[in-house]
Structure formats: C-alpha cells, structure tokens
C-alpha cells in the first residue's frame, strides 16, 4: 500500500469513527413539521424532515444543530452525549402574526366618487408639483449649451 493512500485512510478513518448519526422528531403545537431544515454548524451538513417530521443527521458531541423552518422560530441545538443515544424530539414554537383591533362605528357617511372633482384635483396638484419640481418634468440635457436659459 502506498504511503499516500495510508496517509489519507489516517485522516479519514478518525472523523469517521468520531461522528455519528442522530436522529429525531420535529413538530409543533399541532403537528410534526415536514420539511424542516436541520443544519449542523461544526461539519457544515445539512437534511430535512420528512413527511412524518422524522431526520438522521450526521453529528457528534458538542455540535451545534440549527433547526428551522417557514412559520416558526429557528431553534440552536449544542448536542451532548444523550443526543446520540436515543432519538430526539424538538418542539419549534410558531411565529403568530397578530393584528390590532379594529373599531367600527355606527355612523356611516356615503361618500360619492365624482370623476370631475378628483380630476380639477388632480390638475391642481399637478401644476403645484411642476412649477415646485420643475427639474422632474423636463427634458434631460442634451450636452449643448442652451444661450437663451443663460441668458435668463
């Protein structure tokens, strides 16, 4: 056997006998969760749940899984020597997107769309912004010198 390839199988064997797979469950307060992204930091690796929220990532002790996934908050994860034991189950909290109340009254006043009015308003606010912004309305330059603006 070649000193190289002896060099090589002393490099690989130690992180293979090292690292192990982990396996475990994702799920929420409803359900488990399909398709979430499970991403181990220390050896840049990286698998997602399947349809019944289960994975096997490969890993070892003091690795770091980030767990996420859409509509929920990602979860870090420092692994110890019970993680690599037994099967894990990890619960991602939902990210709820909350609006205000809102208030109705009993006082309802029709308001009519009159074309004529929006338009006269319209033409107002326009000639209020080109004679204020002339500069958006214009022509941009040419490259030739215009005598009569310098002269004015």
């Given at each position: ?46 698998t997602y ?77 326009m000639k ?25």
């Amino acid at each position: 056997m070649s000193t190289k390839i002896k060099l090589l199988l002393l490099l690989i064997l130690p992180t293979t006998v090292i690292s192990q797979n982990i396996t475990g469950k994702i799920y929420d307060e409803e359900s488990t969760i399909k398709g979430a992204k499970i991403f181990n930091i220390s050896n840049n690796t990286s698998t997602y749940t399947d349809d019944k929220g289960d994975f096997k990532i490969q890993a070892s002790v003091n690795d770091t899984l980030i767990l996420s996934s859409l509509f929920h908050k990602e979860k870090k994860v420092k692994l110890t020597e019970n993680h690599l034991k037994e099967t894990n189950v990890f619960e991602l909290k939902k990210i709820v997107n909350a609006l205000d109340e809102v208030l109705l009254s009993e006082n309802r006043e029709v308001v009519i769309f009159d074309a004529k009015i929006y338009a006269k308003i319209f033409s107002i606010q326009m000639k209020n912004d080109m004679k204020n912004r002339p500069y958006l309305y214009n022509p941009p330059p040419s490259g030739n010198i215009d005598f009569i603006k310098i002269a004015y």
